[in-house]
């Protein structure tokens, strides 16, 4: 049989024995090294992120770590590692061992300002006028008001009626109109101005600088407009003598009563700019000259056509040139009578039928080019040295009364001759095409211009 004291003790001794190999419980794994996820970090300020602690050995016993910014107000860290980027700059986010402050690992942080993205772009004016050369800069409104891309690209089309460039400085360059777009870098907003290129009249002309109409006649002035794209080319007509004689707004003039009136028409642009005409409204009955000398025993005929010989008006109603009145000049510019009388171009297109009576008639500068094609057998309209000599040696030889100016000097007495066409020079205002002829047979040319206040000679044809 055992001893039961015996057995008791063993194992009592056993216990003890099992108490002296492990008096503190398990043994501490010691931390060696800490890194962070993220040793550097490029932000925007109000960006936020954890900073992630890697340990070794990865089951070390004591893993705490102390968090700290060397800028808070640039980067903050709260004790888990989360951060926050506040404002534009640099901090460095460090944890640090708890066990053993040589085991740190820190984060370089690199913080900018957030980025402000466009969302939309609008333009100072929706329309823009200029007149041709002006120049005007347009100006734009980003929204957000300061985005962190602000650049902007400007276009135009077409580029033959205004240009624009990177400033957004717009030239008008022809009337017409143009489309200017504005374009954002970021995020490729547009916004448009569409421009209006306009161009003021700087002249008008009238197709005559005055009128001699017999009470109920009417005529129309005919305006041109200088320069022709003008782009407001309304005109205002008015008379100052209304009862004298009227003008509508398509530039008709009425003769009502005898009498003087102005017609002038002004542009509606705002240039300033008008034109006017002498209107002198004579009597029905009163006619224009009173006696016209028409020889018909001295001709000259040249192909299909035969010319007269100058014409003579004697006692016409206004036996004074001014200037501004139309008819026969005064007898003194006459130089000797058997030169004919000299004319006005206004008297010679507006009395023609009086002055080259029944089957006569004004010639055309047409019908001076048929003189030109019949004597040179040609296609052109160039009188020329043989042409010259054919009239030197006919009827037309001897009537060289050169021509008077509107101040009443002579011009080439004697020299040259000067005959008026019924024909109105296009290319120039107020003048008409005439033939001219040198004494010498040098040169006779039926395409020259004069102007209509000069006195020239006057043959008819048929």
Known sequence: ???????????????????????????????????????????????????????????????????????????????????????????????????????????????????????????????????????????????????????????????????????????????????????????????ECVVTVTRKITDLWFNKPSLILKEGASEKLVVTVIPGDASNQTLKWESDAPAIASVDQNGTVVALVPGEATVTASAQDGSGVSVSCDVTVTSAQDPFFKEVSFRTDKTWTVGAQTWSDVVMAEGCRKDTFDGGATGAYKSDCRQNGSYGDLFSWTAVSENGDVLCPDEWRVPTAEDFCTLDKTLNNSAGCELRQGAAAALYTTEWGGEYSGRCTTTGWMQNIGNMGYYWSSTPDTSYPNAAIYLYMARAAGSVNPTANSAYDFGQQLRCVK
Do not use: Y
Request: charged share 25%; proline share 6%; hydrophobic share 40%.
């Open 1 to 191: 049989m055992k001893n039961p004291t015996l057995a008791a003790l063993l194992i009592a001794a056993s216990i003890v024995a099992s108490c002296k190999e492990d008096p503190q419980g398990p043994t501490d794994i010691p931390l060696e090294k800490i890194e962070l996820s993220d040793p550097t970090l490029a932000l925007e300020v109000g960006d936020e992120q954890t900073l992630e602690v890697v340990f070794t050995p990865a089951d070390a016993t004591n893993r705490e770590v102390e968090w700290v910014s060397n800028d808070p107000a640039t980067v903050s860290v709260d004790q888990n590692g989360n951060i926050e980027a506040l404002k534009p700059g640099n901090a460095t986010v460090t944890a640090t061992s708890k066990v053993d402050d040589t085991i740190v690992a820190s984060c370089v942080i690199s913080v900018t300002a957030a980025t402000v993205s466009v969302e939309g772009i609008e333009l100072s004016v929706p329309t823009l006028s200029l007149e041709v050369g002006a120049e005007e800069v347009l100006t734009f409104i980003l929204t957000p008001a300061e985005p962190t891309d602000d650049g902007v690209e400007w276009s135009v089309l077409p580029v033959d009626v205004a240009s624009v460039d990177q400033s957004g400085r717009v030239k008008a360059l022809k009337t017409g109109e143009a489309t200017v777009v504005v374009k954002t870098k970021d995020g490729g907003h547009t916004d």
